[in-house]
């Protein structure tokens, strides 16, 4: 797969607001994917963190109310966690928001494709930075069954290293996957 085909898959109409059910915060993440053998970028959170402890995600958090929209977010959060400056004009597009069953955050996800992107440096929000080939970790892709996920249908896992990517962060993946996919 090439950075030209995923443009072209994963380029949508942005629209950085959405309404948020009156039990959900707002969230959104950066899903940046790079290189001409396509990485993507993705995040192993401290286990110190509030919510989401130890989870493998995408840079990004809840939305603050000096942000003028959700992109705002996703680009202010992406420059304090691993350093990485984008501009509103290097995002591509969009994808469908998910929800977290635990913490109660409506999260839009906003793709930026990039030929290359410099060393990036962690926060204290981040403990470690992952450089992801693509498709060989869309081909890990598993639907969990476990009974004790019944509250929504859309229950994946994804694997890299021994690690589990699931949750919020493996149905942003999903929707990849499918994008490119089919």
Same mark, same amino acid.
């Given at each position: 797969?090439?950075?030209?085909?995923?443009?072209?898959?994963?380029?949508?109409?942005?629209?950085?607001?959405?309404?948020?059910?009156?039990?959900?915060?707002?969230?959104?993440?950066?899903?940046?994917?790079?290189?001409?053998?396509?990485?993507?970028?993705?995040?192993?959170?401290?286990?110190?963190?509030?919510?989401?402890?130890?989870?493998?995600?995408?840079?990004?958090?809840?939305?603050?109310?000096?942000?003028?929209?959700?992109?705002?977010?996703?680009?202010?959060?992406?420059?304090?966690?691993?350093?990485?400056?984008?501009?509103?004009?290097?995002?591509?597009?969009?994808? !469908?928001?998910?929800?977290?069953?635990?913490?109660?955050?409506?999260?839009?996800?906003?793709?930026?494709?990039?030929?290359?992107?410099?060393?990036?440096?962690? !926060?204290?929000?981040?403990?470690?930075?992952?450089?992801?080939?693509?498709?060989?970790?869309?081909?890990?892709?598993?639907?969990?069954?476990?009974?004790?996920? !019944?509250?929504?249908?859309?229950?994946?896992?994804?694997?890299?290293?021994?690690?589990?990517?699931?949750?919020?962060?493996?149905?942003?993946?999903?929707?990849?996957?499918?994008?490119?996919?089919?």
């Amino acid at each position: 797969m090439l950075l030209d085909d995923l443009n072209s898959l994963l380029s949508t109409p942005i629209v950085p607001d959405i309404q948020s059910d009156i039990d959900y915060r707002l969230a959104s993440v950066l899903v940046v994917i790079y290189d001409a053998s396509p990485k993507i970028i993705m995040t192993e959170k401290p286990e110190s963190m509030k919510f989401h402890a130890g989870e493998i995600s995408f840079p990004g958090g809840k939305f603050d109310a000096t942000d003028s929209d959700l992109l705002e977010t996703a680009l202010r959060e992406t420059r304090e966690e691993i350093g990485l400056h984008i501009s509103r004009d290097q995002i591509l597009g969009q994808l !469908n928001p998910v929800k977290t069953l635990n913490s109660g955050f409506l999260i839009l996800p906003f793709v930026c494709i990039l030929k290359e992107i410099p060393p990036l440096v962690s !926060n204290s929000e981040v403990e470690k930075i992952f450089h992801i080939p693509l498709e060989p970790l869309l081909d890990t892709m598993m639907k969990d069954s476990d009974p004790d996920h !019944n509250l929504i249908d859309e229950m994946y896992t994804f694997e890299y290293q021994s690690q589990i990517v699931w949750g919020a962060s493996a149905r942003i993946l999903q929707q990849i996957e499918t994008k490119i996919k089919y």
